[in-house]
């Protein structure tokens, strides 16, 4: 499995993937091709993807607010689950994240993802119980 940096060319396969993966996504807000696209030019080394030959078999997208470095749209193909890709694809962001100065990486959950709430906790995150989420948007689209 080789990692590698992702470009707007793989638009349509990162699609296919968080498709495949069930993966709730913004396809006319953030993660429209447009918007993508200027994400991907302004932060070239922070979208990974995980290839098995030529195949897109993993997904995660970085962001860098310039105090913490997140972790956003992380999925694997449901065929290549349970192998590590995930946990491998995290490690290389953090990597690239920490190379950026950044001390403090972090990740937004929903309350029902025990998979991912597992995964992260075996890589080494800490769930603060105590944090609520607040956001506000101009649209359920964005
Ligand atoms: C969550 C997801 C990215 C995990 O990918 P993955 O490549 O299978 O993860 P890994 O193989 O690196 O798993 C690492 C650890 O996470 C936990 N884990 C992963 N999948 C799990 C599952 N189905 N059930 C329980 N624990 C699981 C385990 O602790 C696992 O370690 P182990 O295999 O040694 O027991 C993948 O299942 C996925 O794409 N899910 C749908 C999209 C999603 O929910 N993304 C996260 C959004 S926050």
Redesign the pocket.
């Known amino acids: 499995m080789d990692i590698k940096s992702l470009t707007i060319d793989s638009y349509d396969s990162i699609i296919a993937l968080w498709e495949s993966?069930?993966?709730p996504y913004k396809p006319e807000g953030r993660d429209s091709r447009e918007e993508m696209k200027k994400q991907l030019e302004r932060d070239p080394d922070l979208t990974l993807g995980a290839f098995e030959e030529d195949e897109l078999i993993?997904v995660i997208m970085g962001t860098d607010d310039g105090r913490k470095g997140w972790i956003n749209r992380?999925?694997?193909l449901p065929k290549?689950?349970?192998?590590?890709?995930?946990?491998?694809l995290i490690h290389s962001l953090e990597y690239t994240l920490r190379k950026r100065g950044r001390k403090i990486i972090c990740?937004?959950?929903?309350d029902w993802?025990?998979?991912?709430l597992?995964?992260f906790k075996?890589a080494g995150y800490e769930k603060h119980e105590d944090i609520f989420y607040l956001s506000k948007r101009e649209g359920d689209h964005v």
């Open positions: 993966a069930g993966l993993g992380l999925a694997v290549y689950t349970r192998r590590g890709v995930a946990s491998k990740t937004l959950v929903e993802n025990e998979v991912s597992d995964l075996k």
